[in-house]
T-cell receptor, first 118, second 116 residues
Framework: AQTVTQSQPEMSVQEAETVTLSCTYD???????LFWYKQPPSRQMILVIR??????QNATENRFSVNFQKAAKSFSLKISDSQLGDTAMYFC???????????????FGKGTKLSVKP | DAGVIQSPRHEVTEMGQEVTLRCKPI?????LFWYRQTMMRGLELLIY????????DSGMPEDRFSAKMPNASFSTLKIQPSEPRDSAVYFC??????????????FGPGTRLTVL
């Protein structure tokens, strides 16, 4: 079975600064996807960034980037130039790759509550 | 597109009552997922469907929970009888895979259920 661990229940950062959220996972699968989701107080789950395990290059989306270390099973999220709107719960998630054009469910970590302070 | 629609947004009920949560996936999507979020257990899968057929219901806690997808545009999650420990936020998500290796799961706004 796969597990996802986020060891930082809460973090805070000053506006415009950089913060890194940690995530480790455990799996015996060789092909999979990793995600970071943002959940603001509105409760809506929003996909921030995605990484395919077969890609060595780290994914980036504007101010958001990941450090994917496959051998170490580590997948951290870096937020640059933090903004007040980044205040939210952040969830790391894993999804196994399914052959044949099918899909399985997401497996989530417990989340990290990020507060961006003015 | 309106996105994934869930109703109601909030539900307060008393222990023992039947509760029905509803979900309308994004039109054309072929996968539908029900997740539950609690403080203790975080976000966990309850059940998911592909082309209206249940694929994995191993996350359904017990026989009090049932889910149906009578057509491609509607799904229900029913709890009967409800218990206080069922209090949680229930999310529905849908995706269009259609033979590809991956596609994003789009989440609804969730239903916050409180069982007194």
């Amino acid at each position: 079975a796969q597990t996802v661990t986020q060891s930082q229940p809460e973090m805070s950062v000053q506006e415009a600064e950089t913060v890194t959220l940690s995530c480790t996972y455990d799996t015996s699968e060789s092909n999979y996807y990793l995600f970071w989701y943002k959940q603001p107080p509105s409760r809506q789950m929003i996909l921030v960034i995605r990484q395919e395990a077969y890609k060595q290059q780290n994914a980036t989306e504007n101010r958001f980037s990941v450090n994917f270390q496959k051998a170490a099973k580590s997948f951290s999220l870096k937020i640059s130039d933090s903004q007040l709107g980044d205040t939210a719960m952040y969830f790391c998630a894993f999804m196994k790759h399914w052959d044949g054009g099918s899909q399985g469910n997401l497996i989530f970590g417990k989340g990290t509550k990020l507060s961006v302070k003015p | 597109d309106a996105g994934v629609i869930q109703s109601p947004r909030h539900e307060v009920t008393e222990m023992g009552q039947e509760v029905t949560l509803r979900c309308k996936p994004i039109s054309g999507h072929d996968y539908l997922f029900w997740y539950r979020q609690t403080m203790m257990r975080g976000l966990e899968l309850l059940i998911y469907f592909n082309n209206n057929v249940p694929i994995d219901d191993s996350g359904m806690p017990e026989d009090r929970f049932s889910a149906k997808m009578p057509n491609a545009s509607f799904s229900t999650l029913k709890i009967q009888p409800s218990e206080p420990r069922d209090s949680a936020v229930y999310f529905c998500a849908s995706s269009l895979v259609s033979g590809r290796s991956y596609n994003e799961q789009f989440f609804g706004p969730g239903t916050r259920l409180t069982v007194l």
